[in-house]
């Protein structure tokens, strides 16, 4: 019989959408400079300015001048932390006008993905303040803490330069309230980051609803190719560049333009924005079934995040008793490809720092999964995945009970 084949990893990538293949396929051969100024040149360039309102269209950039293309979320955010270390030194920005008066203050989040938390702890190294903000145990920032870290009277380490928490958080999918928190970090002079990584294609994101002046996005997250993404700056907000050399993207980050992938970002982007509404409400089900199915078919479930405010396509579970690594291997031999909430796969057996931030204890958090629903996610491949999961669970439970019953002999 054929092996299953059902990817629930999405969070981690997308396939392409055969759209968005068709179109870099067809293109894979136009090879011209985007920068040159000859007549295939300028075509080039037509395509990304094209895609570059295609993007500034998906997240409600009023000019798409404020969207500069990069590798993806990993660069965008490093970009935006570079700057950072600039303006806090007392540096005027390469671009836009902006003076930090004595602000060098960093305040962040206990949840972030590995490129915030190291580049903000790149920050600490250097002598900036920095604050990695609770949570509660749904995963949503602590608003209370937040007010008295943007007060010099009620904390240390002096005036606000950035606020930067996570749109949607990847492991757990809880959704912060970045209109409201942005709000905040304004009234105290404070700039604001958001990385919108997880959050669009999934969530209305608009970078005016919200009122941020960086906003990060990655493309392999929308179904588009991988290796490119974008930071959406304001007009006028400051940026320096991580990447120097020529005169690409506004001086914010040179290279030669990455044509194929930057056209592939535009159409995945304009598909995702007309899809969304229906695209979420697919999911949502889809990701309702799962947890209602896994809670009632095993005892003793934990569902981490938020209930409500999640993303649509993320559930993310803590199975006690049962190891995270060798559920996802079990799963792994029926076909069934998921993420566990340790960061094994990137080398590390430390628990995930996210289910600790929300409370949840080394040994559950080692015990988690999470399951990122995706396109072509079908209702079948739920089912499926309900059959194999809870033979999987007792079986490890019964395993581990063994184990522990000749530990203590
Ligand atoms: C929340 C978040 N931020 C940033 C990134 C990094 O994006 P990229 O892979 O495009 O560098 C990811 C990718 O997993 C992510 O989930």
Known sequence: MQQRFVYMDYNATTPLRPEVKELMVRDLEVYANASSMHEAGRRARAGIEAARASVAALIGARDPQELYFTSGGSESNNTVFGTMYELGRGRAPSVGRYRAEGRRKVITTAIEHPCVMNAARRLADEGFPVVFLPVDGQGRVDLARLEAELDPSRSEGGPTLLVSVMAANNEIGTVEEIARIALMAKAAGALVHTDATQAVGKIPVDVHAWGVDYLTLSCHKIYGPKGVGALYARSGAPLEPLVRGGHQEQGVRAGTYNNLGILGFGLAAELARRDLPEFSARLRAL????????????????????????????????????EGE??????????????????????SLEPSHVLMATGVGPELAHGSIRFSLGRDTTEEEVEYVLDKLPPIIARLRRMSTVSAEIRSA
């Open 326 to 347: 060798s559920i996802l291997l079990s799963l792994d031999m029926e076909g069934i490809e998921v993420s566990t909430g340790s960061a094994c796969a990137s080398g």
């Open 287 to 322: 990701r309702e079934r799962l947890r209602e199915g896994i809670v009632a078919r095993i005892p003793q479930v934990r569902v981490n995040g938020h209930p409500t405010e999640v993303l649509p396509n993320t559930l993310n579970a803590s199975f006690p008793g049962a």
